[in-house]
């Protein structure tokens, strides 16, 4: 079991028949070090006396919005508490909780704390398994891992009542292990400057018309915002100008492969780590027509010129100690020979190979199915996600890179 290292938690407690469960993983979490804060809901006070938590946490049970409850006068609880942590955690967290969360509902102090707060929020989910299966549950998980909300998944086993099947409270152990990973990646590329690029260039064939693809951008921008939220100084060019700008990252919009060249160029001798994960043209029209192609005037020659390998320029040019992260998409197989021979010839640390072709895992979709190849050897396997997810295992390999290279190296 980790050591926490003095972190505030807010540990919320919802109304499942594993909240006793709750008392000992109170316990575990102080004896970790760790500052525990308790907020319980009213049905969570049905199966958990306040008193008891109370005597376990390092502070009196919550349990209200309103300052007659004795919240040591303060106007705006849910805000105090929201700002004060280190980490948000729920456990048990009923499938209301869930709903209500990914819906933004905020009905009581713990769903207020929750879409106030700016810390890391880990969830352990608890129901009977037809709850846990049931598509509302799944769809709800997915939008709050979506956003980078780290979800516990249920453990098998005994159920209230009887049953068997997964939904169980996972080992308080287990859930302060996650606790303590999430604490970790937390600041864990503090200081750090990254780069990061996403979307689909466009290029002009005339006025009106382009050359593109189906990228949507919605990969590297979940890279970027994972990058951001573990502390690394984040710029995004990204070439999916629709999409709405990250919190916290600063966003430079291009639209054609030799924009998207320049700035990432000149962004790069200054940073840390560059992640290539846009869809670049390999081709452009070589002439594109000042005005618009006219439908009446017959088909015109097409006549194409490759565009600038950015990712094997980054390669020529990178610093010693700078890390470099490519993304493949390939289609069909040998997906890992083909990610393979890009990674060892534009010499990079890493690159992220997926099959656009897979179901969930092409252009445009909210998952992503992909295998990151590291020089090493190393190679991480992550199955059908969410982009979230996908983006967190990218970062985690960046992080890792960056953890025994100084800054000036």
């Not at 054609?256 to 869809?279: C, F, G, H, K, P």
């Not at 950015?310 to 390669?315: D, N, Q, R, V």
């Amino acid at each position: 079991m980790g050591d926490l290292g003095r972190a505030r938690i807010l540990l919320g407690v919802c109304g499942s028949i594993a909240a006793y469960k709750a008392v000992e993983l109170c316990r575990r979490l102080v004896d970790a070090g760790a500052h525990v804060v308790p907020v319980m809901t009213a049905d969570a006070e049905r199966f958990v006396g306040a008193v008891t938590l109370s005597a376990l946490a390092s502070e009196r049970v919550r349990t209200s919005l309103w300052t007659s409850s004795g919240d040591d006068g303060e106007p705006v609880p849910h805000i105090a508490l929201a700002r004060s942590v280190d980490v948000v955690l729920v456990a048990p967290a009923t499938a209301r909780l869930l709903g209500s969360y990914a819906a933004g509902i905020a009905d009581d102090l713990l769903t207020n704390v929750l879409l106030a707060t700016t810390a890391p929020v880990v969830v352990c989910p608890a129901m009977h398994t037809e709850m846990w299966e049931h598509p509302a549950t799944r769809a709800n998980v997915a939008v709050l891992r979506e956003r980078g909300v780290e979800v516990v998944d249920p453990a098998i086993g005994r159920l209230a009542g009887g049953d068997e099947g997964a939904g169980r409270l996972p080992d308080p152990d287990r859930i302060v292990e996650v606790v303590a990973a999430v604490l970790g990646r937390r600041t864990d590329l503090a200081g750090r400057r990254v780069v990061v690029t996403a979307g689909g260039t466009r290029e002009p064939l005339d006025a009106v018309r382009f050359l593109g693809n189906r990228s949507s951008g919605k990969q590297g921008e979940a890279v970027a915002i994972e990058a951001a939220a573990r502390g690394a100084s984040v710029v995004l060019v990204t070439a999916a100008g629709d999409r709405p700008v990250p919190a916290g990252v600063d966003v430079v919009t291009v639209e054609t492969s030799a924009e998207m060249e320049a700035e990432v160029l000149s962004r790069a001798a200054d940073a840390d780590a560059v992640v290539m994960a846009a869809a670049v043209a390999d081709f452009r029209p070589k002439a594109p027509a000042p005005g618009k192609l006219r439908k009446d005037e017959g088909v015109p020659d097409l006549v194409l010129e490759p565009t600038t390998d950015i990712l094997a320029a980054l390669g020529r040019a990178r610093r010693p100690g700078q890390v470099l992260v490519g993304f493949a998409a390939e289609a069909g197989p040998d997906l890992r020979a083909r990610a393979g021979e890009k990674l060892a010839a534009k010499r990079l640390d890493a690159i992220v190979a997926n099959d656009v072709t897979a179901p969930g895992a092409g252009f445009g979709h909210d998952t992503n199915a992909v295998l990151i190849l590291e020089d090493d050897g190393t190679e991480t396997d992550v199955p059908l996600s969410s982009k979230r997810e996908v983006a967190r295992a990218v970062v985690d390999v960046v992080a890792r890179r960056l953890g025994g290279r100084s800054h000036s190296e």
